[in-house]
Structures are given as C-alpha cells and as structure tokens.
C-alpha cells in the first residue's frame, strides 16, 4: 500500500520534469524484477504500479503534482480500483451505458464479397507455395527435348540436358518434401487452435464497458473474414499487463484497438497527430496506441500495422470524429471502424499467416502458447 511520504518520482527514478517516454522506460526497466513472479514482493510491485498508473496518465500527474507529490490515500485507493481509467470529468454519467452499435452490412463492399468464402489459407514463411507445381512443369518440359532437338552429333549439349533434367528431378524432390512438410504443420495448426478465432477475454470491470462493446463490434462484423483472427488484452514485449485492449489480424496486417468512453463531440487529429475535441487540444483522457505501435512494429517488422481509436460517449449526446483511417491513432466511431478498418483487412481476407499469429497470441495476457511447428 501506498504512504503519503512515498514520492513516485523517487519510486520510478525518475526526474519531476522526466517525459512520459523516459517514465515508461523506468517503470518498464523496474517492473521486470519487481514483479512477485521475478522475485519481487506484492508491496513494492504494487506501489510501482500505483507510481506508473499516475505519472504515465496526464491529468492524474497535473492532480499529483498539485497536492505536493504526495498521493493521498484517497488517490492510491482510487489507482487500484481503476486501473486504467481516467479520472471522472464533469458531465459524465456514471449510469450512462451507450448502446450496442449497429452497422448497416449492405453498404460495406468488403462484406458482399465475402459471399460464399469460407475456405482458409495458412500461410507460413518459407512454404513451398505453387514452387512444387513449377519444379515439376520444368522438369515435364525438359524430359522430351531430344525428341525435339536433335542430340545425337552433340555429346555437350546432351551433358548440359541430362544436367538440367537432374537439377529439376532433385529441385521437384526436395519441393515436394518441404511441402508435405507444410501440409503436416498446418494440419498441426488446425489441430491444436481447431475453428477458434477470438483468444483472450476483454475486460470485465465495471467501468470497462467500451472495451466489451468493442469487442462483440469486432465479433460480430469483422469475423465475417475467414482469415480474421481477434486477440483481447495484449502485453508489450516485456510486460506483464494488458497494455493494449484490442488487436485484430488478417494475412499480414495487424490492427491494434483501444476502446475509450468519453464526453460527447467531436473528436479529431492534427496534423501533428495532436487528439482534438471540438477543435481544441483534448486532455480529458489519454491513449497509449502510438507506444502500442512502436512496441508492435518492433516485434513484428515484417506486417503492416495501424492503430484505431474507437469511441463511445459517456453521456447521452452525439460523438463524431473524422474517422479517417490514417496517422498513428485516429478516433473512429464503431460504425466508422467496421467500415474502413473491415476494408482495410480485406486486402487478405482468406490467408491466416502463422508465424505472425503465433507472434501475436505469445502477447495475450495470460496465454502461454506451445512452441511454434
């Protein structure tokens, strides 16, 4: 438990005018040997968390900084019991459940051309591909050239022909090994996940309910792709929480989600990437999805990554946003997303990569996945 001497600059190690890259960096150097699985005591790693959860959230480090840098009881309690919330802002209200979003799926090209598609294509690196199919057509070209060309006052030519037919025999040999290889591991795959598409859960507190909207969004209406496969709660690399609440994969492009509820208006970027409510600098809430991106891109340089910020209001009233799907985290209503983001995805609507899904699914909080095939 956190004491009113305890100082979360001193706890971080970290400056008072440190930047929010240079807390990050501290608290993720610390957590790895603080935490109780590393060797760490449950006190010191919750007073850690209590630190991060402060100085890493805008409005929470204004409102610490104010009381003197040191938190007050009343503020620790409120960090455990709302962990990745942001503090209550005027006009909200607190019984305010926003509705389940219904898109309309007739005006969504991607979604009539999944029409009667419902095979599915595990890819991999390295798989053989139609090179078996290519191997064995050169080798079917060259068997009858001496028929063709006339070999017999040619000992070289004869020599070079035999070379070929060779090299292709043991080319189409070898293809073939590598791809009944591919075939056995994907039946591996397929044996191991079965038909499961959705791995994790999305959050279950009270005050997670954008989250759980999000979730049956991306359920309901993205999984009409037969390669879309849905992960909830993922870690960073080298973290042990769920830094990001939402990712959705299909072929080789990743989206990562986060799910926020807040005050009605509209919401925009810059061109700076700056988030804006109604034209202004919004600071009522925070997000973490270029930090997200940066960690993703790290992990997987190979996909092609984006981020959406998908938005609910807190109170009754209409949100907007520009809901143009570019930049590092743009605002997006669930209509907004379905549409651009479905579309975006359905550049490889079949394919399910699965190096990459592994990749992926080694960062669900909590899921400890057998070693690849």
């Known amino acids: 438990m956190a004491h009113d001497s305890d100082d979360y600059y001193a706890v971080l190690g970290v400056a008072s005018d440190a930047t929010s890259t240079e807390i990050k960096s501290a608290y993720r150097a610390l957590v790895r040997t603080a935490h109780p699985d590393a ?166 507190e009270p005050d997670q309910v954008a989250e759980r909207l999000t979730a049956d969004l991306v359920e309901r209406y993205l999984r009409r792709l037969p390669g879309v496969r849905v992960f909830h709660g993922l870690a960073w690399p080298g973290s042990v929480f769920a830094d990001v609440d939402h990712a959705v994969l299909c072929g080789s492009r990743l989206v990562l989600v986060e799910s926020k509820s807040w005050l009605p208006g509209h919401y925009d970027t810059d061109p700076d990437g700056t988030l804006t409510r109604n034209g202004r600098r919004f600071r009522g809430g925070g997000t973490r999805l270029a930090e997200s991106l940066e960690a993703f891109r790290a992990l997987l340089p190979e996909v092609e990554i984006r981020a959406a910020l998908v938005l609910y209001p807190s109170r009754s009233g209409e949100l907007t946003t520009g809901g143009r799907f570019h930049g590092d985290s743009p605002p997006m209503t669930p209509e907004q997303f379905v549409r651009q983001v479905g579309d975006w995805l359905a550049d490889e609507p079949v394919t399910v990569d699965r190096h990459v899904f592994r990749t992926v699914l080694g960062q669900v909080v909590g899921h400890s996945p057998a070693p690849s095939a």
């Open 39 to 204: 060797g760490g005591s449950a006190a010191e790693f919750q007073l850690l968390r209590q630190a991060y959860d402060t100085l890493s959230d805008p409005a929470r480090r204004a409102t610490y900084d104010r009381r003197g840098r040191r938190p007050s009881r009343a503020v620790a309690a409120e960090t455990r019991s709302r962990r990745w919330a942001t503090p209550r802002r005027f006009g909200e209200d607190p019984d305010f459940v926003p509705p389940a979003p219904v898109v309309d799926v007739t005006s969504l090209p991607w979604w009539r051309l999944m029409d009667g598609v419902s095979r599915v294509h595990y890819a991999h690196p390295g798989s053989p591909g139609h090179a078996t199919v290519a191997a064995a057509a050169t080798g079917t070209l060259l068997l009858p050239l001496p028929l063709v060309v006339p070999f017999a006052f040619s000992v070289w030519l004869t020599a070079v022909w035999l070379l070929l037919v060779v090299s292709a025999v043991a080319a189409a040999v070898l293809l073939v090994r590598r791809h009944l290889e591919s075939l056995r591991t994907v039946r591996a795959f397929r044996g191991e996940f079965g038909e499961r598409v959705v791995f994790g859960s999305p959050g279950t």
